[in-house]
C-alpha cells in the first residue's frame, strides 16, 4: 500500500514539474498582473483538470478490468510487476526519443487572450492525461477500493505539489522560467519509476 502511495505520488510530482505544465500558469499571471494568491488559485485550475482527467482514465480502467475480465485478477496482480515495468521502459524510452530533438514541452489549449475565464483555461490545459499513473490504479485495483483511492489521492496530491510548488517559486522568482532537466527528462524520470515500482512489486511481493 505504501508502495502504491508513494509511486502515485512520484508520478504526480515528476511529471509535473515539467513546464508545459505549470509555465501557462506563471505565464497568465505574469500578463494579467495577479498576485500570488492569484496564481496559486490558477495553479490549483490547471492542477484540478489534470487530476480529473488522470484519475478518471485510471478508473475507467479499473472498472474495464473489473467487468470484463474478474477472473484474471489474480493474474493481473502477479505479472503487475513486469507489466510495469516494461511500461515504464518503454514509457521512459519514448519519452527520451520525443523530447531529445525539441526545444520545449508545450500544451494546446484555447488562447488565453479570447473570452474564455482564464481560470477555466487553465482548468482546459489539464485534459491531457498522465498515463504514467494508470497502471499504478490498475494495480491498486488488486488490493482493494481503499488502494485505489491511495493510489488517485497520492497521485493527487503530487500534482498539486508540483504545479503550486513550481508557479509559487518561479512567480516569487526563487526559479528560473527554463528548467531543462525536467523540461527534457521529467517524463523520462517518471518511466524509469514506474519500472523501479514494478521491480520491487515483482521481486519483493506483499
Known amino acids: 500500500m505504501i508502495l502504491l502511495a508513494t509511486s502515485a505520488a512520484f508520478v504526480g510530482l515528476i511529471h509535473s514539474l515539467a513546464p508545459g505544465h505549470w509555465l501557462p500558469v506563471v505565464l497568465l499571471a505574469k500578463t494579467r498582473k495577479w498576485g500570488i494568491r ?8 490547471a492542477a484540478s483538470g489534470h487530476i480529473l482527467v488522470s ?20 493474474d493481473v496482480e502477479r505479472y503487475s510487476g513486469i507489466i510495469l515495468i516494461g511500461f515504464g521502459l518503454i514509457y521512459a524510452g519514448l519519452s527520451y526519443f520525443r523530447h531529445s530533438g ?6 494546446h489549449g484555447p488562447n488565453p487572450d479570447s473570452k474564455t ?8 490545459l489539464g485534459f491531457i492525461p498522465c498515463v504514467a499513473v494508470v497502471p499504478i490504479i490498475a ?14 489521492g497520492s497521485f493527487s496530491i503530487g500534482v498539486l505539489t508540483a504545479l503550486i ?16 532537466i525536467f523540461e527534457h527528462y521529467g517524463d523520462v524520470l517518471t518511466g524509469m519509476g514506474v519500472a523501479l515500482m514494478g521491480v520491487i512489486v515483482l521481486f519483493f511481493p506483499h
Open 117 to 124: 475565464a482564464p481560470l477555466l483555461f487553465l482548468f482546459s
Open 55 to 74: 484519475n478518471g482514465l485510471g478508473f475507467l480502467s479499473v472498472l474495464v478490468g473489473w467487468t470484463f475480465l474478474p477472473e484474471y485478477e489474480h
Open 165 to 180: 510548488g513550481a508557479t509559487a517559486a518561479t512567480t516569487l522568482g526563487l526559479m528560473k522560467l527554463d528548467h531543462p
Open 102 to 107: 525539441c526545444h520545449g514541452h508545450t500544451h
Open 139 to 152: 494495480t491498486a485495483a488488486t488490493k482493494g477500493t481503499a488502494a485505489i483511492l491511495i493510489a488517485m
Open 38 to 45: 492569484t496564481a496559486m488559485l490558477g495553479a490549483i485550475a
